[in-house]
């Protein structure tokens, strides 16, 4: 550096300021003088500092707006696989209210979004299935996801056959603050495999 950058251009004397960032060092504002050997005064020395603070303040600005513009893009993405997922996602609080569903849970139901929101889990099934709910519920209040088979009910009254994988979510002090549903709607393979086994049983009977 001496003899690359220091002596062609006569640099005799340098100050250099840290510039902090996040609580570490980012970078460094360098200050150059060209000509005799000085020593830099206390008022430089405090105008370097407040310039290398000026730095830090736009630096932590600039990655507060880079990380904003990354989180807001993210947010974008999810809600894109959110709204596009071939399965429904449902989610509920701790009073079993729905604080969430996906266009693919709605129409799985034959509901629309809004409808839904705000609406009990148990609004969307018959009185056997309350009664699963309610126990699968209190798993999930003590912190166990399962996998369960379940038939909801759906605005015209016809069954839906889905495979549910529930998992509950908690808050910071770890208490249990509700739920999150993946829901697989199989009610067209049941139905498949309903005709089949009638088929069959109809052709064994024939023989």
Request: hydrophobic share 40%; with cysteine.
């Amino acid at each position: 550096m001496l003899e690359g950058y220091l002596v062609p251009l006569r640099i005799t004397s340098i100050m250099d300021t840290p510039i902090h960032v996040g609580g570490i060092v980012d970078g460094v504002l360098c200050h150059e003088h060209v000509g005799p050997p000085r020593t830099w005064t206390t008022d430089e020395k405090t105008f370097a500092i407040a310039i290398a603070s000026q730095a830090a303040l736009d630096l932590e600005g600039f990655e507060r707006r880079r990380a904003e513009t990354a989180l807001r893009a993210s947010e974008v993405r999810y809600r894109q696989i959110v709204e596009t997922a071939q399965e429904g996602i449902w989610t509920i609080d701790t009073h079993n209210k729905t604080t969430f569903a996906n266009p693919k849970m709605a129409a799985m139901l034959g509901y629309s979004v809004e409808e839904m929101i705000g609406a009990e889990l148990f609004a969307f099934m018959d009185d056997g299935g309350r009664v699963l709910a309610a126990r699968s519920l209190e798993r999930h209040a003590s912190g166990t996801g399962e996998e369960l088979e379940f038939t909801f009910r759906r605005k015209d009254g016809t069954p839906a056959s889905t495979i549910v994988n529930w998992t509950p979510f908690t808050d910071e002090l770890g208490r249990y603050a509700g739920a999150l549903a993946m829901i697989s709607d199989v009610s067209i393979r049941k139905q498949k495999d309903e005709e089949m086994r009638l088929q069959a049983a109809a052709l064994h009977a024939n023989q």
